[in-house]
T-cell receptor, first 113, second 115 residues
């Protein structure tokens, strides 16, 4: 089965700085890689995803990159703001099946003033 | 109600009690999931249902019993739980099949405390 590893487990940055979270996956059949943000006491919500036919995707201050050869993908947040403080989860799956999403263990991001 | 709803939001139960968690999705999805989220193992998949059929049981103890009467409703029946079962139980739904990307939408969760 798929195995997703996520690093770091905690990350503290100053407001305005960039944050990078990295994930690796094991199953070469995986072709869909979403990122979820979970604020304290709230449900996980999808913030961005990438499919294996592209290497990079950007949405305002967040971007995700994918290296299929190395089986790793990363989340980049630029110009961080206090409201970016949350736990971020990466995940991987093979689409078109009823297969499960395999989640990473999460990164707690703290943006300090 | 829109999206994925869960009831109750909070539940405190003794180890000998029997209770049920309920999840309902209003998104027309064909797959539903139960996750356990605790400090030690974030987002631990428990069960997967696809078109009402259970397709995944991630080695969950039998004191957790899922039920999926239709593709919009999912239950988790609890009995003789242990204190270590205290956690946030999240329900999710998605559309799976050819041409889909399995984006999962989560409910708000039920915070379970076992005394």
């Amino acid at each position: 089965g798929e195995n997703v590893e996520q690093h770091p487990s905690t990350l503290s940055v100053q407001e305005g700085d960039s944050a990078v979270i990295k994930c690796t996956y094991s199953d070469s059949a995986s072709n869909y890689f979403p990122w979820y943000k979970q604020e304290l006491g709230k449900r996980p919500q999808l913030i961005i995803d990438i499919r294996s036919n592209v290497g990079e995707k950007k949405d305002q201050r967040i971007a995700v990159t994918l290296n299929k050869t190395a089986k790793h993908f990363s989340l980049h947040i630029t110009e961080t703001q206090p409201e970016d403080s949350a736990v971020y989860f990466c995940a991987a799956t093979e689409t078109g099946t009823a297969s499960k999403l395999t989640f990473g263990t999460g990164t707690r991001l703290q943006v300090t003033l | 109600e829109t999206g994925v709803t869960q009831t109750p939001r909070h539940l405190v139960m003794g180890m000998t009690n029997k209770k049920s968690l309920k999840c309902e999705q209003h998104l027309g999805h064909n797959a539903m999931y139960w996750y356990k989220q605790s400090a030690k193992k974030p987002l631990e998949l428990m069960f997967v249902y696809n078109f009402k059929e259970q397709t995944e049981n991630n080695s969950v103890p039998s004191r957790f019993s899922p039920e999926c009467p239709n593709s919009s409703h999912l239950f988790l029946h609890l009995h003789t739980l242990q204190p270590e079962d205290s956690a946030l139980y999240l329900c999710a739904s998605s559309q799976v099949g050819a041409g889909t990307y399995n984006e999962q939408f989560f409910g708000p969760g039920t915070r379970l405390t076992v005394l």
